[in-house]
């Protein structure tokens, strides 16, 4: 069964902290994305990546960063966490060339 | 950028009756909308897509329909049951690298 797990379920972390959420996918999918999930405000584009080591902007990059060393992994990074980071934040990947996306099952994230 | 729209942003039905959830999109140069359903805890997942050269797309209970002049897609649960109840989110293919813009999404309570 093809999957994309992401390391953590729950987190809590204190307003500063440096965070690191973390997704792997073993379909040997070339894009991998993040997004953060908001009551009403549905499913907003932080980053995603289309290679290793490569990287692009979505909709709501501003106090985040990612890294992508090998084509499974695709971490994302809270650099100094706030209490407006606080959300749900769920990793997807597709094949190049397709948009059929398969998620993982979520990182709820609480900055304290 | 692309623009998605997605309503009711809750859906109460009895068992049995039928469901719509209605979306626009601004961009089009779109061709990809494929619809996701999250139950609780879970990761979203694809349940039905349709290409913008199709106008409709059925599957068992569920289907979807394409207006591409008016640029508006819906799905439709017939005869639902409470397996059913999540949360449903549309969405819009943009852009290059295969990325969807996301509605607010639909929850959807199925009563007995």
């Known amino acids: 069964d093809v999957k994309v797990t992401q390391s953590s379920r729950y987190l809590v972390k204190r307003t500063g902290e440096k965070v690191f959420l973390e997704c792997v996918q073993d379909m040997d999918h070339e894009n991998m994305f993040w997004y953060r999930q908001d009551p009403g405000l549905g499913l907003r584009l932080i980053y995603f990546?289309?290679?290793?080591?490569?990287?692009e902007k979505g909709d709501i990059p501003e106090g985040y960063s990612v890294s992508r060393e090998k084509k499974e992994r695709f971490s994302l990074i809270l650099e100094s966490a706030s209490t407006n980071q606080t959300s749900m934040y769920l990793c997807a990947s597709s094949q190049l060339g397709r948009v059929s996306y398969t998620f993982g099952s979520g990182t709820r994230l609480t900055v304290v | 950028g692309e623009n998605v729209e997605q309503h009711p942003s809750t859906l109460s039905v009895q068992e049995g009756d039928s469901a719509v959830i209605k979306c626009t999109y601004s961009d089009s140069a779109s061709n990809y909308f494929p619809w996701y359903k999250q139950e609780l805890g879970k990761g979203p997942q694809l349940i039905i897509d349709i290409r913008s050269n199709v106008g409709e797309k059925k599957d068992q209970r569920i289907a979807v329909t394409l207006n591409k002049t008016a640029k508006h897609f819906s799905l439709h649960i017939t005869e639902t049951q409470p397996e059913d109840s999540a949360v449903y989110f549309c969405?819009?293919?943009?852009?290059?690298?295969?990325?969807?813009?996301f509605g607010a999404g639909t929850q959807v309570v199925v009563t007995p």
């Open positions: 990546s289309y290679d290793v080591k490569m990287k």
């Open positions: 969405a819009a293919s943009y852009g290059s690298w295969g990325k969807l813009q």
